[in-house]
């Protein structure tokens, strides 16, 4: 049964940048062609995806954030990271890592099946 962990500080200054780990057990991030991504939910919002590094290394990101966005993985430590950049209170969420199963990135992200962090809250503050 995979698990995954989110971490990293949960207060972030105004245009600093913002780094969450997201720790795998249960599978390895390299093997069965998973996508491995990053959400966020706002409060009082949708959850927003906000980008995928594959089993092969590639990344996707939401063009919407790309700009800021950086994805990277230790296959060592089976960890994937997020680091989103110049952040603003409106990056304040509930940030989640996931599997997702069957997914491609066309004119826009697909995925057939999550399996769920449980999330690790982060607000933007000074």
């Known amino acids: 049964q995979v698990q995954l962990s989110e971490s990293g500080p949960g207060l972030v200054k105004p245009s600093q940048t913002l780094s969450l780990t997201c720790s795998v057990s249960?599978?390895?991030?390299?093997?069965?062609?998973?996508?491995w991504s990053w959400l966020r939910q706002p409060p009082g919002k949708e959850v927003e995806w906000m980008g995928a590094i594959t089993y092969s290394g590639v990344t996707y990101y939401n063009p919407s954030l790309k700009s800021r966005s950086s994805i990277s993985r230790d296959t060592s430590k089976n960890q994937f990271t997020l680091q989103l950049s110049s952040v603003t209170p409106e990056d304040t969420a509930v940030y989640y890592c996931?599997?997702?199963?069957?997914?491609?990135?066309?004119?826009?992200?697909?995925?057939?099946?999550?399996?769920w962090g449980q999330g690790t809250q982060v607000t933007v503050s000074s």
């Open positions: 249960g599978d390895s991030i390299t093997l069965n062609y998973y996508y």
């Open positions: 996931a599997r997702d199963e069957d997914a491609y990135y066309s004119d826009k992200y697909y995925y057939n099946g999550r399996h």
